[in-house]
């Protein structure tokens, strides 16, 4: 069979030629190769991906999934901890005279963009203190807090308005 990945590339011409076959395809990259060296997200595995690659009509659909080990700081009590990462993607990516595809580009962008906007460490971090930054999950404080349900906070919001 013919080798249709070279060098992170799919051959766009071998897609091409066999209009409606699926190709499969597996790979592995690590950070350096994604070029996420300077991300705020700390890869501790290569992002290893499985996919399928189809033409039809101009269009490369491939659709599969990624997985990584990776590393985040909390958006709540900032500490940094290890998460799995899983995602899967379908994207329609319209050829028009290329001859290849860079694959690494696609999937830095695909990673990037599915990563959580607000990490948590876990459902019930309790953050940091909004008074004297204490850290919730490790100790308590003696901050006056006023305990508030969001809904009446819109309620309130709204009657102020
Ligand atoms: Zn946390
Ligand atoms: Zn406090």
Same mark, same amino acid.
Not at 10 to 19: E, F, R, T, W
Not at 114 to 120: E, G, M, N, R
């Given at each position: 069979?013919? =080798?249709?990945?070279?060098?992170?590339?799919?051959?766009?011409?071998?897609?091409? $030629?066999?209009?409606?076959? &699926?190709?499969?395809?597996?790979?592995?990259?690590?950070?350096?190769?994604?070029?996420?060296?300077?991300?705020?997200?700390?890869?501790?595995?290569?992002?290893?991906?499985?996919?399928?690659?189809?033409?039809?009509?101009?269009?490369?659909?491939?659709?599969? $999934?990624?997985?990584?080990?990776?590393?985040?700081?909390?958006?709540?009590?900032? &500490?940094?901890?290890?998460?799995?990462?899983?995602?899967?993607? $379908? &994207?329609?990516?319209?050829?028009?005279?290329?001859?290849?595809?860079?694959?690494?580009?696609?999937?830095?962008?695909?990673?990037?963009?599915?990563?959580?906007?607000?990490?948590?460490?876990?459902?019930? =971090?309790?953050?940091? =203190?909004?008074?004297?930054?204490?850290?919730?999950?490790? /100790?308590? =404080?003696?901050?006056?807090?006023?305990?508030?349900?969001?809904?009446?906070?819109?309620?309130? /919001?709204?009657?102020? /308005?």
């Amino acid at each position: 069979m013919r =080798c249709i990945v070279f060098l992170m590339n799919i051959d766009i011409l071998a897609l091409k $030629s066999a209009p409606g076959t &699926e190709f499969p395809f597996i790979f592995e990259a690590d950070a350096e190769r994604l070029e996420l060296t300077d991300s705020d997200v700390e890869m501790l595995s290569p992002l290893k991906i499985r996919m399928k690659a189809v033409y039809r009509d101009g269009i490369i659909y491939i659709n599969g $999934s990624m997985q990584a080990t990776i590393r985040l700081a909390c958006s709540r009590c900032l &500490e940094v901890f290890q998460a799995p990462f899983n995602w899967e993607f $379908s &994207e329609e990516i319209p050829v028009g005279t290329n001859k290849f595809l860079n694959l690494i580009q696609l999937f830095r962008e695909i990673f990037l963009t599915s990563l959580p906007l607000k990490p948590l460490c876990s459902d019930d =971090c309790r953050g940091l =203190c909004a008074i004297c930054g204490a850290d919730l999950n490790r /100790q308590q =404080c003696d901050c006056p807090r006023e305990e508030t349900d969001p809904r009446l906070e819109v309620l309130k /919001q709204l009657l102020r /308005q």
